[in-house]
């Protein structure tokens, strides 16, 4: 089947990207990485007849710290991140997490935040930026507005973005000395989304868990943040006991579907079984 002609459209500026989807209406894609977009458009299970590029879009390049925040850009890419640099215990978290995002080449392009606009249900950074209280900021014609994690997500592949707004930028709260992370994925191949991931962040003191964080991957079709898991994890001593209480918890809160290679049963297994392996992780760096 031959497919329709796609008229390709650069924008030098967010302003001009956004200029460009609202002539376009809902018939327009917006590339940056483009990893997952342009296959898609490759086999027809996305149709658009406009593609407005933010390659040239120099203000929405770059990250910065500030006011105990980390700011990523719409063209940070997946490279970018697994590299970070920053005294916080965020960067370990988002560079273990970054190491299962696809293989080299696709982290070499894909973004960031253009993982968390195409809402895959298997995405790490979509299961992070939930569980870490993540905001996104868009523009449109309107202006600019921020939407927060537990908003943004609507299904798989669905987000609160409005067709002619533009992802401009994730921020993400820094963690703080002391906090311990951790991150575990199932998959079946080196490369492969995530049959199942889970990621989390913990502190503690006095001995005691004062508060944790944990998203998970591919439990249902939006990134799930299993607010009882870690409920039954706070006020706890971190022990075997309360990990596996907390993994319990976050197993039962998934609605997983099953695919060919994965039933939903084994799938919520699996969430269980890595919710533990990551809060270990993270309770053994906790100060």
């Known amino acids: ?14 302003d001009e990207a956004v200029a460009l989807l609202a002539e376009a209406g809902d018939d327009a894609a917006v590339l940056a990485g483009g990893q997952s977009l342009l296959l898609e458009l490759r086999y027809g299970d996305v149709r658009r007849g406009v593609l407005v590029d933010l390659a040239g879009a120099a203000d929405l390049a770059g990250l910065a710290v500030a006011d105990g925040e980390l700011r990523l850009g719409a063209l940070v890419r997946h490279a970018a991140v697994e590299r970070l640099e920053l005294d916080d215990p965020l960067a370990r978290l988002l ?7 696809a293989h080299p080449p696709i982290r070499a392009r894909g973004t960031f935040a253009g993982s968390l606009a195409w809402a895959h249900p298997a995405a790490e950074w979509c299961a992070l930026a939930r569980a870490l209280d993540a905001r ?8 600019e507005r921020e939407v927060a994690a537990a908003d943004w997500f609507r299904g798989p592949h669905r987000t609160r973005r409005a067709p002619d ?6 921020t993400l709260p820094l ?8 991150f575990a994925e199932l998959r079946r191949t080196s490369g492969s989304f995530a049959l199942a991931a889970a990621g989390c962040a913990v502190h503690v003191a006095a001995g005691r868990v004062t508060r944790a ?3 998970l991957a591919n439990a249902a079709g939006v990134p799930v943040r299993a607010a009882e898991a870690e409920a039954a994890l706070v006020g706890s001593d971190g ?15 998934a609605d997983p579907a099953s695919e060919p290679h994965c039933s939903a049963d ?14 270990t992780e993270a309770l053994g760096e906790a100060a």
């Open 239 to 253: 022990s075997p006991e309360a990990v596996r209480a907390a993994a319990d918890a976050a197993a039962a809160a």
């Open 95 to 101: 560079r273990r997490a970054a190491a299962y995002v």
């Open 1 to 14: 089947m031959k497919l329709p002609p796609i008229t390709y459209r650069r924008a030098g500026s967010a």
């Open 213 to 215: 964080r944990i998203g």
């Open 175 to 182: 963690l703080g000395a002391g906090a311990g992370v951790g």
């Open 266 to 279: 084994y799938r919520r297994h699996a969430l269980g079984v890595l919710t533990a392996r990551a809060l």
């Open 165 to 170: 707004e533009v992802l401009t930028a994730v």
């Open 136 to 143: 996104m900021t868009v523009r449109g014609p309107a202006g």
